[in-house]
T-cell receptor, first 118, second 115 residues
Framework: EPEVTQTPSHQVTQMGQEVILRCVPI?????FYWYRQILGQKVEFLVS????????KSEIFDDQFSVERPDGSNFTLKIRSTKLEDSAMYFC????????????????FGSGTRLTVV | AQSVTQPDIHITVSEGASLELRCNYS??????LFWYVQSPGQGLQLLLK??????LVQGIKGFEAEFKRSQSSFNLRKPSVHWSDAAEYFC?????????????FGAGTRLAVHP
């Protein structure tokens, strides 16, 4: 079964450093998402991406965050200057939406990148 | 505003016992509904989803869920729990209009299973 692949699985970075989290969505999916989950808390939406542009972003997704689909396969989340409160698990998801939504609709999540800011 | 409520933060059941995890949603129209499971340190695995039609949907690992429009609920059930079911369970909702619509998650229910 096709998977969403995220790398690295765990990243430790110093406060103020830039990090790039990488995702390879499923190849025929068109919609891409980033979510985060602070330890012990709920999964929160960050941003959705479609047709090479941001479709929607949450208030968490401030100017420190950016997303990119640089080569038609990878989907990246960049945090320019990390803060301690950015420590979380970050999930990438992609979605396929066929004509018959009941058959094809679904969000597939990657295994996540655990980001630790020290 | 759209929201998902999972009233139970923690539930503990004995192995072999039945299970019901509650989920209530607040949405302007009939939504698409999902249940995901997350084992410790792992990603989110889809258990089942509801779009339309039969309000009782079957999923993987022996789980089922029932959509009750009148109660705005989508409770997850399993007749006999196995120790391997210990995990965190998330209910999620999205719009039926499709497109780039995001999933909105509940806070999760952590399930512990006693041998």
């Amino acid at each position: 079964e096709p998977e969403v692949t995220q790398t690295p699985s765990h990243q430790v970075t110093q406060m103020g450093q830039e990090v790039i989290l990488r995702c390879v969505p499923i190849s025929n999916h068109l919609y891409f998402y980033w979510y985060r989950q602070i330890l012990g808390q709920k999964v929160e939406f960050l941003v959705s991406f479609y047709n090479n542009e941001i479709s929607e972003k949450s208030e968490i997704f401030d100017d420190q965050f950016s997303v990119e689909r640089p080569d038609g396969s990878n989907f990246t989340l960049k945090i320019r200057s990390t803060k301690l409160e950015d420590s979380a698990m970050y999930f990438c998801a992609s979605k396929f939406e066929g004509v018959n939504r009941a058959l094809y609709y679904g969000y597939t999540f990657g295994s996540g990148t655990r980001l630790t800011v020290v | 505003a759209q929201s998902v409520t999972q009233p139970d933060i923690h539930i503990t059941v004995s192995e072999g016992a039945s299970l019901e995890l509650r989920c209530n949603y607040s949405y302007g129209a009939t939504p698409y509904l999902f249940w995901y499971v997350q084992s410790p340190g792992q990603g989110l695995q889809l258990l089942l989803k509801y779009f339309s039609g039969d309000t009782l949907v079957q999923g993987i690992k022996g789980f089922e869920a029932e959509f009750k429009r009148s109660q705005s609920s989508f409770n997850l059930r399993k007749p006999s729990v196995h120790w391997s079911d210990a995990a965190e369970y998330f209910c999620a909702v999205t719009s039926q209009s499709g497109g780039y619509n995001k999933l909105i998650f509940g806070a999760g229910t952590r399930l512990a299973v006693h041998p």
